[in-house]
């Protein structure tokens, strides 16, 4: 079966295309684990901090822990979602033995769990209020809310946390959250997050708050790491078999099985035209 062509590279590190030399330039990024940082806010003349605790990985979503100023902790994924501390937590299916086991400054965690359900508590009583809800009606679509909420926070990090094909730590990012945590999990098998791994990030970053030498300084060379073409070819075939894949998912989909082949079924150029596109 012919899936596509790809570029040899010469003994110079170049590749020819269409006779032409060409050559990929190896990129300084981020390196994979978690890192910590500070933010200052300054609102009608009153400065604030917020603490953050990013999860950077090799591949997939990013994850971040923010401590804000009212000491409320909440996760954001992607930017994009932000979703509460004990959400979180309980739609990992963790117990309180476990969350109060791990994390050392359990008095704070407790207060700041507490601030979080009254911040959200009042957001839903204005919007009920506006409806006329009655009190027994309220409690009844608070308690709703919560389990629909956490039903989809549990789908959220199944497919984008807990799925191999989509998140990968990398034995880099492994390892460095295991020197940064404490930790001692295989780096090449233990490529997903675990429960242990959220619950040591929060604890650190409540640590973080009374204690900023623990901050990271993400433009330090020892937060970086060099990706090389072997490298960045990798994340070009991956997309490229992605598209092959979708392809393939489509046909099987709009026609029968009788009339398929397996040359009509698999199309080179979705591939081929990635690696054109890249390099």
Same mark, same amino acid.
């Given at each position: 079966?012919?899936?596509?062509?790809?570029?040899?590279?010469?003994?110079?590190?170049?590749?020819?295309?269409?006779?032409?030399?060409?050559?990929?330039?190896?990129?300084?990024?981020?390196?994979?684990?978690?890192?910590?940082?500070?933010?200052?806010?300054?609102?009608?003349?009153?400065?604030?901090?917020?603490?953050?605790?990013?999860?950077?990985?090799?591949?997939?979503?990013?994850?971040?822990?923010?401590?804000?100023?009212?000491?409320?902790?909440?996760?954001?994924?992607?930017?994009?979602?932000?979703?509460?501390?004990?959400?979180?937590?309980?739609?990992?299916?963790?117990?309180?033995?476990?969350?109060?086991?791990?994390?050392?400054?359990?008095?704070?965690?407790?207060?700041?769990?507490?601030?979080?359900?009254?911040?959200?508590?009042?957001?839903?009583?204005?919007?009920?209020?506006?409806?006329?809800?009655?009190?027994?009606?309220?409690?009844?679509?608070?308690?709703?809310?919560?389990?629909?909420?956490?039903?989809?926070?549990?789908?959220?990090?199944?497919?984008?946390?807990?799925?191999?094909? $989509?998140?990968?730590?990398?034995?880099?990012?492994?390892?460095?959250?295991?020197?940064?945590?404490?930790?001692?999990?295989?780096?090449?098998?233990?490529?997903?997050?675990?429960?242990?791994?959220?619950?040591?990030?929060?604890?650190?970053?409540?640590?973080?708050?009374?204690?900023?030498?623990?901050?990271?300084?993400?433009?330090?060379?020892?937060?970086?790491?060099?990706?090389?073409?072997?490298?960045?070819?990798?994340?070009?075939?991956?997309?490229?078999?992605?598209?092959?894949?979708?392809?393939?998912?489509?046909?099987?989909?709009? $026609?029968?099985?009788?009339?398929?082949?397996?040359?009509?079924?698999?199309?080179?150029?979705?591939?081929?035209?990635?690696?054109?596109?890249?390099?």
């Amino acid at each position: 079966v012919f899936i596509g062509e790809m570029p040899l590279m010469t003994n110079r590190g170049t590749f020819i295309l269409n006779g032409i030399e060409r050559i990929i330039v190896n990129q300084l990024i981020r390196s994979p684990g978690v890192h910590y940082k500070r933010e200052k806010k300054i609102t009608t003349g009153d400065i604030s901090y917020t603490y953050t605790g990013t999860i950077i990985s090799h591949r997939g979503s990013w994850l971040s822990f923010e401590l804000d100023d009212k000491n409320q902790i909440w996760v954001r994924m992607d930017k994009k979602y932000k979703i509460p501390i004990n959400w979180f937590l309980v739609a990992l299916n963790l117990t309180n033995e476990e969350i109060y086991g791990t994390i050392k400054n359990s008095t704070f965690f407790k207060a700041s769990i507490k601030t979080i359900k009254q911040t959200l508590n009042k957001a839903r009583s204005k919007v009920l209020k506006k409806q006329n809800k009655t009190k027994k009606l309220t409690e009844a679509i608070k308690q709703t809310a919560d389990s629909v909420a956490i039903t989809k926070i549990q789908d959220l990090i199944c497919s984008r946390l807990l799925n191999e094909k $989509y998140y990968d730590l990398g034995e880099v990012g492994r390892l460095k959250l295991n020197q940064k945590l404490g930790l001692n999990q295989n780096s090449s098998s233990s490529r997903l997050l675990t429960s242990q791994d959220i619950l040591k990030i929060v604890d650190l970053l409540i640590e973080v708050k009374f204690a900023n030498q623990l901050l990271d300084d993400i433009d330090s060379l020892k937060n970086r790491r060099v990706r090389c073409v072997g490298e960045l070819l990798q994340v070009q075939l991956r997309v490229g078999l992605t598209r092959l894949e979708r392809s393939i998912t489509r046909k099987l989909d709009l $026609y029968k099985a009788s009339d398929l082949s397996i040359s009509f079924i698999i199309n080179s150029k979705p591939l081929s035209a990635i690696f054109k596109e890249f390099i």
